[in-house]
Nanobody, 115 residues
Framework: QVQLVESGGGLVQAGGTLRLSCAGS????????MGWHRQAPGKQREFVAT???????NYADSVKSRFTISGDMEKNTVYLDFDRAEPEDTAIYYC?????????WGQGTQVTVSS
């Protein structure tokens, strides 16, 4: 059974830094991609960033210059580094992972950016 466990959420001041981590387990082999989505209060869930097994990255325009996704796909681990956090980044952040058959989601971790 595939599981994704996020950690590192919490409270950060505007302009500050934070790192989210996600560890995947239970997959046969490795994921084809891992990434992050988020859902802010009263808003729909949205894409944040993704890392492919080939090392390619993709970001939402709203975070492109401030967030960095990295990881070790051989260990099914992915990170999201916040820089210059903004109150608009306040959301529940979900780790995601893709296989050729389906995608998986973690339970989410809350990030709150105070102004």
């Amino acid at each position: 059974q595939v599981q994704l466990v996020e950690s590192g959420g919490g409270l950060v001041q505007a302009g500050g830094t934070l790192r989210l981590s996600c560890a995947g387990s239970g997959v046969t082999g490795t994921f084809t991609a891992m990434g992050w989505h988020r859902q802010a209060p009263g808003k729909q869930r949205e894409f944040v960033a993704t890392l492919s097994s080939a090392g390619g990255t993709n970001y939402a325009d709203s975070v492109k210059s401030r967030f960095t996704i990295s990881g070790d796909m051989e260990k099914n681990t992915v990170y999201l580094d916040f820089d210059r956090a903004e109150p608009e980044d306040t959301a529940i952040y979900y780790c995601t992972a893709d296989t050729w058959i389906r995608d998986y989601w973690g339970q989410g971790t809350q990030v709150t950016v105070s102004s």
